[in-house]
């Protein structure tokens, strides 16, 4: 069955177009590529900077990497038709909103059962990477290889803030990285690679609009650079605004709703750096400064004193600074100090009531100090090692003080790293079956301040010829709570009347109904959270046929189990599960229940128990007005604050496939890349395990996106094709129903004009048409959900046609 909708999506695949802006990819010669590869060999000399391929140690060929990685370049985004970056991510198979959606109140109640950020981005629409159907708190973002500055309570960076004129590439990594990069590089690793321009100015417009509501969208660009003989400099400046995009009404709980399902947004950023080598050493420093305003609303038709408006606005800069020394050969060393800030405020406000305000704020502060060198020669090659420390300091403020007692919290992490590459057979030693063999090991040491992490990985890649590579990487990773899950929701006690599964009929209260039994509840935040550790396989070979030039197949199997998962146990299953009762306290004494009531970060103790105030919710404003005589009653104190008590598991299939061949006179290109999970699975306790997978807000388990593109000339011609497979509409007290797989197209030309034509004024310039989702194809219908389709899956994608006229200004 899916293996037929894999082939028909190759079959409603047209041909892809190149950008004009760059050397078309459907117009180079078979074999050919546009630029750098993550995959690649680094250069090892000059300014330092990184190229992820899963190592820290530059210079690596290709044939070295045990990783899978997988790459995305501003060819891809314009070929896409997404307006921005946190649109484009969407169409990467391995990516999935998870709890971080850029759709504003499209969030609302949507994410997975560990990701709540979404509570707290439903309406300031940070859209952060979220790999393999995990929530956003598993994948680390970098921007350059560097780690970015989290933005409000969704504690992870956004990319909706970077324009897709800046970006050069996108690699993934989907495979367990804390060994190289950290703590929550569990599901993987995306890292974002800016342009550097050398030299020339760039410009680029962008106007689109929405077919069905006629939503407008404007982008305006400008990237320049200037070098000399021993450094450059760059700058970009861009402007954003798009107006909402809002869908007819849709009926929930026998009332119309209608939100913008794409809110009103203002985006303007300038992002500048440059670099300067003396002798040996080489300094650069890349800075940036955002604002973003966004507006949206939610309307109660039959009801419109509900009416809700929303409102966040957004400012940040980042400093990204390293200096490098470049010895003999492979022998450097990099100083990395960085900073950044992020400050966000928000209001939300329905027509009859009063606002409510919420202010962050979060910094990030990193000094790392990191070598490498060869250490010996083996017959195969040179063992190269690298090893470093790192000093990373997170804060987050907020004056949302019903969320946090102490306005926010800091953490301080101290680590030391390692590893090293060997090279156990060459292609000079002519073994049979094996052009090579390479062995990579490296370490992590992390000091959490509450907690400790060691991370161990092991990489081998056995090239068997030019055609066939296997490689194989074990990977202990681990991931940190959120801010939010250890100083965040102040506590609050509460005590009821609750049947027991594990209560003592000896120790039954004769005044109570049989099996019950008086519990004190507390809720919130738990500070005595530790890190969760994460092992992960992924097993891969890479294909490059020498009989078919022009061909490179990527396949691999993926498998992750996080432990002490981060989870909130529910109320029922804290008196039911026997595995949770080790959070528990039975019988408690007056001092254990004293010391809870006492404790200075609950906010609110109320009861609601028979017998006692009539039976009244009664609040208490501390733990004094609390009677001794209900006190002497508890059986039970039940901890439901966020506890290390689930088992996350998952794995899956991963293809990648490229295609280049001449054709017409020209150059055809393929490319279909895909995920398929065979399971997402989440076990609290000694229950058993619950799917994640193929259900309402769930991940879906087969997502392809293909493309095929023709260019001659400078004239090309394409189409993306995205493809989501159906699911189960499995929410609680709502019928079993069958949601439709939903597959969308954008179609697009480019010409350049230049090449097109001899007129001396057109020279160095481009122009581009793209219709996305060209059949207008709505998301499968979700039977009385908030926006009738599932925004987890398949988000607001309307037909809309863009126009992009770039220009060049002097030497590339």
Request: hydrophobic residues 40%; proline residues 5%; neutral net charge.
């Amino acid at each position: 069955m899916r293996g037929i909708v894999a082939a028909g999506l190759l079959a409603t695949v047209f041909v892809r177009p190149a950008c004009a802006q760059e050397a078309s990819r459907a117009e180079l010669p078979a074999g050919a590529e546009t630029a750098p590869r993550a995959d690649d060999a680094v250069d090892g000399t000059g300014s330092g900077a990184i190229v992820v391929t899963g190592s820290l140690i530059r210079g690596l060929p290709r044939e070295y990497m045990a990783s899978p990685v997988f790459t995305r370049d501003r060819i891809d985004i314009d070929r896409s038709g997404a307006g921005s970056t946190a649109e484009f991510m969407l169409t990467i198979p391995q990516n999935f909103t998870g709890d971080l959606s850029e759709f504003a109140t499209t969030g609302a109640g949507i994410g997975s059962p560990l990701g709540d950020a979404t509570t707290y981005n439903q309406y300031d629409g940070f859209a952060g990477f979220a790999l393999r159907g995990l929530a956003s708190d598993a994948t680390l973002t970098l921007l350059n290889g560097r780690r970015m500055p989290s933005v409000g309570m969704t504690e992870s960076p956004t990319v909706s803030v970077l324009p897709s004129m800046l970006i050069e590439r996108i690699d993934i990594i989907p495979d367990g990285a804390s060994a190289t990069y950290g703590a929550d590089a569990v599901a993987g690793v995306v890292n974002i690679v800016t342009r550097k321009p050398e030299r020339g100015l760039e410009v680029e417009v962008r106007n689109a609009v929405a077919t069905e509501t006629g939503k407008t969208e404007l982008q305006v660009s400008a990237l320049a650079g200037h070098s000399w003989n021993s450094g450059s400099l760059y700058g970009m400046a861009m402007y954003q605004k798009r107006a909402p995009f809002t869908r007819d009404p849709v009926r929930v709980s026998d009332e119309y709703l209608q939100i913008d399902e794409l809110p009103d947004e203002l985006l303007t950023g300038l992002y500048a750096g440059g670099q300067q080598t003396f002798g040996d050493f080489t300094y650069s420093l890349d800075a940036s400064y955002f604002e973003r305003e966004r507006k949206s609303q939610q309307r109660y038709l039959d009801e419109p004193q509900y009416n809700r408006r929303f409102h966040t606005g957004t400012s940040g800069y980042a400093f990204y600074n390293n200096l490098h020394w470049q010895g003999r050969g492979l022998t450097a060393i990099d100083l990395h100090v960085d900073y950044g800030r992020n400050d966000t405020n928000s209001d939300a406000r329905r027509v009859t009531g009063k606002p409510s305000f919420r202010n962050y704020s979060n910094t990030l502060f990193v000094a790392e100090l990191r070598g490498q060198a060869q250490l010996f020669r083996l017959p195969a090659g040179a063992v190269i090692a690298a090893a470093g420390a790192q000093y990373r300091a997170e804060t987050l403020w907020t004056d949302a003080t019903i969320f946090f007692n102490r306005n926010g919290g800091s953490r301080k992490t101290r680590s030391v790293f390692g590893e090293v590459n060997v090279p156990l057979v060459g292609a000079d030693q002519a073994v049979p079956l094996v052009r090579s063999l390479t062995l990579s090991a490296a370490g992590r040491y992390e000091d959490l301040g509450f907690d400790t992490a060691f991370s161990p990985k092991l990489g081998l890649r056995w090239q068997v010829d030019r055609s066939l590579a296997l490689r194989g990487t074990y990977a202990r990773s681990f991931l940190v709570p959120r801010f939010r899950s250890t100083i965040g929701i102040a506590e609050q006690v509460s005590i009821g009347l609750y049947p027991y599964k594990f209560l003592d009929p000896a120790l039954q209260n004769p005044a109570l109904p049989a099996g019950q039994t008086l519990v004190m509840y507390r809720a919130g935040a738990n500070p005595d959270l530790k890190t969760q550790n994460a092992d992960t396989f992924t097993i891969g070979a890479d294909f490059t046929p020498t009989f078919i030039p022009g061909l490179t197949i990527k396949a691999d199997y993926y498998r992750i189990k996080i432990t002490g998962r981060v989870g909130k146990p529910s109320p029922e299953d804290s008196l039911s599960v026997a595995d949770l009762q080790v959070f528990n306290t039975r019988n408690p004494s007056q001092a254990q229940l004293q010391a809870v009531l006492g404790n200075p970060d609950v906010f609110r103790r109320f009861a609601e128990v028979p017998g006692y105030n009539g039976g009244e919710l009664t609040f208490f404003d501390n733990a004094g007005q609390v009677p001794a005589s209900l006190l002497s009653q508890i059986q039970l104190i039940a901890d439901i604050r966020s506890q290390n008590f689930a088992i996350e598991s998952t794995d899956g299939i991963d293809l990648d496939l490229n295609y280049r061949t001449r054709l017409l006179g020209g150059t055809a290109s393929l490319s279909l890349s895909g995920q398929y999970i065979l399971d997402l699975s989440l076990k609290a306790g000694g229950s058993a395990p619950v799917s994640r997978l193929d259900g309402y807000a769930k991940p879906a388990d087969l997502r392809l996106n293909g493309t095929v593109a023709w260019g001659r000339d400078g004239f090309s011609i394409g189409s993306m094709v995205n493809f989501v497979d159906g699911f189960i509409d499995d929410r609680p007290g709502q019928p079993r129903r069958q949601v439709g797989s939903f597959t969308t197209a954008s179609l697009f030309t480019s010409f350049d004009l230049g090449r097109l034509s001899q007129a001396s004024w057109l020279r160095d310039t481009a122009l581009q048409f793209v219709v996305a989702n060209v059949f207008d194809q709505l998301q499968p219908r979700i039977e009385g959900g908030v926006v009738g389709y599932d925004p987890y899956n398949n988000p607001p994608n309307p037909r809309t046609v863009a126009v992009t006229l770039s220009r060049r200004f002097g030497a590339r």
